[in-house]
Protein backbone atom coordinates (compact mmCIF):
# COMPACT_ATOMS: atom_id res chain seq x y z
CA UNK A 1 0.00 0.00 0.00
CA UNK A 2 2.86 2.60 0.92
CA UNK A 3 4.85 1.55 -2.16
CA UNK A 4 1.20 1.89 -4.40
CA UNK A 5 0.96 5.86 -2.71
CA UNK A 6 4.49 7.05 -3.16
CA UNK A 7 4.24 5.61 -7.11
CA UNK A 8 1.49 7.87 -7.52
CA UNK A 9 2.39 10.82 -5.48
CA UNK A 10 5.82 10.54 -6.75
CA UNK A 11 4.72 10.34 -10.30
CA UNK A 12 6.28 13.47 -12.41
CA UNK A 13 2.63 13.87 -13.85
CA UNK A 14 1.16 14.33 -10.48
CA UNK A 15 3.78 16.66 -9.25
CA UNK A 16 3.43 19.32 -11.97
CA UNK A 17 -0.55 19.31 -11.66
CA UNK A 18 0.54 19.21 -7.76
CA UNK A 19 2.97 22.04 -8.78
CA UNK A 20 0.42 24.38 -10.81
CA UNK A 21 -2.62 23.89 -7.94
CA UNK A 22 0.01 25.45 -5.79
CA UNK A 23 1.24 28.49 -8.11
CA UNK A 24 -2.34 29.00 -8.78
CA UNK A 25 -3.24 28.60 -4.82
CA UNK A 26 -0.28 30.86 -4.20
CA UNK A 27 -1.68 33.61 -6.39
CA UNK A 28 -5.07 33.66 -5.30
CA UNK A 29 -3.79 33.86 -1.45
CA UNK A 30 -1.70 37.07 -2.67
CA UNK A 31 -5.19 38.35 -4.03
CA UNK A 32 -7.20 37.01 -1.38
CA UNK A 33 -4.82 39.23 1.23
CA UNK A 34 -5.13 42.40 -1.22
CA UNK A 35 -7.59 44.28 1.28
CA UNK A 36 -5.17 43.76 4.81
CA UNK A 37 -2.26 44.73 2.69
CA UNK A 38 -3.39 47.91 1.48
CA UNK A 39 -4.34 48.86 5.68
CA UNK A 40 -0.46 47.26 6.18
CA UNK A 41 2.48 49.77 6.61
CA UNK A 42 4.89 48.35 3.70
CA UNK A 43 7.43 47.18 6.00
CA UNK A 44 5.55 44.54 7.30
CA UNK A 45 4.07 43.27 3.89
CA UNK A 46 6.15 39.93 3.90
CA UNK A 47 4.98 39.20 7.30
CA UNK A 48 1.14 39.49 6.23
CA UNK A 49 -0.06 36.83 3.74
CA UNK A 50 1.39 33.48 5.73
CA UNK A 51 -0.32 31.13 4.07
CA UNK A 52 0.52 31.64 0.35
CA UNK A 53 3.97 32.73 1.32
CA UNK A 54 4.22 28.73 2.70
CA UNK A 55 2.64 27.53 -0.14
CA UNK A 56 5.28 29.74 -2.69
CA UNK A 57 7.93 27.52 -0.57
CA UNK A 58 6.37 24.78 -1.17
CA UNK A 59 5.68 25.23 -4.70
CA UNK A 60 9.47 25.95 -5.06
CA UNK A 61 10.26 22.76 -3.11
CA UNK A 62 8.14 20.93 -5.82
CA UNK A 63 9.96 22.66 -8.65
CA UNK A 64 12.98 21.66 -7.50
CA UNK A 65 12.28 18.23 -7.27
CA UNK A 66 10.82 17.92 -10.37
CA UNK A 67 14.31 19.38 -12.17
CA UNK A 68 16.15 17.04 -9.79
CA UNK A 69 17.08 19.62 -6.94
CA UNK A 70 16.98 20.02 -3.06
CA UNK A 71 16.86 23.61 -2.27
CA UNK A 72 17.58 22.99 1.34
CA UNK A 73 16.66 26.40 2.70
CA UNK A 74 13.30 26.31 0.78
CA UNK A 75 12.77 22.71 1.96
CA UNK A 76 12.68 24.20 5.56
CA UNK A 77 10.96 26.74 5.19
CA UNK A 78 8.50 24.90 2.91
CA UNK A 79 7.58 22.45 5.99
CA UNK A 80 7.67 23.97 8.96
CA UNK A 81 5.08 26.91 7.38
CA UNK A 82 3.18 24.95 5.22
CA UNK A 83 2.39 22.66 8.09
CA UNK A 84 1.59 25.52 10.52
CA UNK A 85 -0.28 27.88 8.64
CA UNK A 86 -2.13 25.03 7.21
CA UNK A 87 -3.12 24.00 10.64
CA UNK A 88 -3.26 27.62 11.84
CA UNK A 89 -5.88 28.48 9.24
CA UNK A 90 -7.80 25.37 10.22
CA UNK A 91 -8.29 25.71 13.71
CA UNK A 92 -8.85 29.36 13.36
CA UNK A 93 -12.30 28.85 10.98
CA UNK A 94 -13.52 26.48 13.10
CA UNK A 95 -13.28 28.72 16.56
CA UNK A 96 -15.25 31.47 14.12
CA UNK A 97 -18.30 28.64 14.27
CA UNK A 98 -18.37 29.09 18.45
CA UNK A 99 -18.28 32.88 17.94
CA UNK A 100 -20.25 33.55 14.62
CA UNK A 101 -22.06 30.26 14.09
CA UNK A 102 -21.97 28.14 11.26
CA UNK A 103 -19.42 28.32 8.46
CA UNK A 104 -20.20 29.49 4.91
CA UNK A 105 -19.25 27.76 1.61
CA UNK A 106 -16.14 30.09 1.70
CA UNK A 107 -15.29 28.85 5.30
CA UNK A 108 -15.35 25.45 4.29
CA UNK A 109 -13.42 25.44 1.18
CA UNK A 110 -10.40 28.00 3.59
CA UNK A 111 -10.54 25.09 6.21
CA UNK A 112 -10.71 21.97 3.29
CA UNK A 113 -8.13 23.92 1.44
CA UNK A 114 -5.80 24.91 4.39
CA UNK A 115 -5.64 21.17 5.76
CA UNK A 116 -4.66 19.86 2.35
CA UNK A 117 -1.65 22.43 2.49
CA UNK A 118 -0.63 20.37 5.52
CA UNK A 119 -1.06 17.10 4.34
CA UNK A 120 0.80 17.66 1.61
CA UNK A 121 3.77 19.06 3.40
CA UNK A 122 3.60 15.66 5.28
CA UNK A 123 2.94 13.40 2.09
CA UNK A 124 6.49 14.54 0.64
CA UNK A 125 8.40 14.14 4.59
CA UNK A 126 10.70 11.79 2.72
CA UNK A 127 11.71 14.06 -0.25
CA UNK A 128 13.03 16.96 2.33
CA UNK A 129 16.73 16.80 2.36
CA UNK A 130 17.33 20.66 4.81
CA UNK A 131 20.23 20.88 6.86
CA UNK A 132 20.25 21.43 10.74
CA UNK A 133 21.60 25.07 9.33
CA UNK A 134 18.68 25.27 7.00
CA UNK A 135 16.29 24.97 9.66
CA UNK A 136 17.65 27.04 12.07
CA UNK A 137 17.05 29.91 9.37
CA UNK A 138 14.07 28.30 8.72
CA UNK A 139 13.01 28.39 12.79
CA UNK A 140 13.93 32.32 13.22
CA UNK A 141 12.03 33.05 10.20
CA UNK A 142 9.02 31.08 11.67
CA UNK A 143 9.50 32.64 15.43
CA UNK A 144 10.28 36.18 14.23
CA UNK A 145 6.86 35.90 12.09
CA UNK A 146 5.31 35.45 15.17
CA UNK A 147 6.38 38.14 16.88
CA UNK A 148 5.61 40.41 13.75
CA UNK A 149 2.03 39.21 14.31
CA UNK A 150 1.06 39.76 17.51
CA UNK A 151 3.99 41.85 19.23
CA UNK A 152 3.30 44.60 16.06
CA UNK A 153 0.03 43.24 15.52
CA UNK A 154 -0.21 42.27 11.75
CA UNK A 155 -2.05 38.64 12.52
CA UNK A 156 -4.12 37.69 9.41
CA UNK A 157 -7.31 39.58 10.18
CA UNK A 158 -10.36 37.79 11.97
CA UNK A 159 -12.50 40.22 13.42
CA UNK A 160 -14.38 37.89 15.25
CA UNK A 161 -11.29 36.74 17.15
CA UNK A 162 -9.06 39.78 17.95
CA UNK A 163 -10.54 39.63 21.08
CA UNK A 164 -8.86 36.55 21.58
CA UNK A 165 -5.63 37.82 20.05
CA UNK A 166 -3.27 36.70 23.37
CA UNK A 167 -4.52 33.38 23.66
CA UNK A 168 -4.16 32.66 19.48
CA UNK A 169 -0.85 34.35 19.54
CA UNK A 170 0.09 31.63 23.10
CA UNK A 171 -1.36 28.93 20.86
CA UNK A 172 0.76 30.11 17.61
CA UNK A 173 3.80 29.88 19.36
CA UNK A 174 3.78 26.55 20.17
CA UNK A 175 2.30 25.71 17.38
CA UNK A 176 5.36 26.82 15.35
CA UNK A 177 7.36 25.10 18.11
CA UNK A 178 6.16 21.70 17.73
CA UNK A 179 6.16 22.18 13.30
CA UNK A 180 9.99 23.02 14.16
CA UNK A 181 10.12 19.75 15.99
CA UNK A 182 8.54 17.74 12.97
CA UNK A 183 11.28 19.23 10.61
CA UNK A 184 13.77 18.53 13.14
CA UNK A 185 12.54 14.79 13.42
CA UNK A 186 13.20 14.73 9.68
CA UNK A 187 16.80 15.25 10.42
CA UNK A 188 17.44 13.51 13.22
CA UNK A 189 15.72 9.99 12.32
CA UNK A 190 17.30 10.22 8.50
CA UNK A 191 13.38 8.71 7.88
CA UNK A 192 13.59 9.31 3.88
CA UNK A 193 14.50 7.16 0.50
CA UNK A 194 17.58 8.33 -1.23
CA UNK A 195 16.70 11.21 -3.34
CA UNK A 196 18.17 9.29 -6.35
CA UNK A 197 16.34 6.12 -5.57
CA UNK A 198 13.15 8.08 -5.39
CA UNK A 199 13.86 9.41 -8.81
CA UNK A 200 13.93 5.66 -9.80
CA UNK A 201 9.62 5.59 -9.45
CA UNK A 202 9.12 7.83 -11.49
Known amino acids: MITLIRSVLYAKPIMWLLFIINLLGTIYGYYWYKGQLSITDPI ?17 ALLGWLLGKNWRLIEALALVTLVKYGLWAVV ?3 LTIGVDG ?9 VISHFGMAVQAILYFPWY ?41 YFTFWLSIACILIAALNISE ?3 MSFENSHKTR
Open 102 to 110: PLDPIGWML
Open 190 to 192: KRY
Open 129 to 169: RFSWIALAIAAIWTLHNDVIDYVFGQMPIYRSLLQFAPQIG
Open 44 to 60: YYIFVPDSPTASLFFTF
Open 92 to 94: MNL
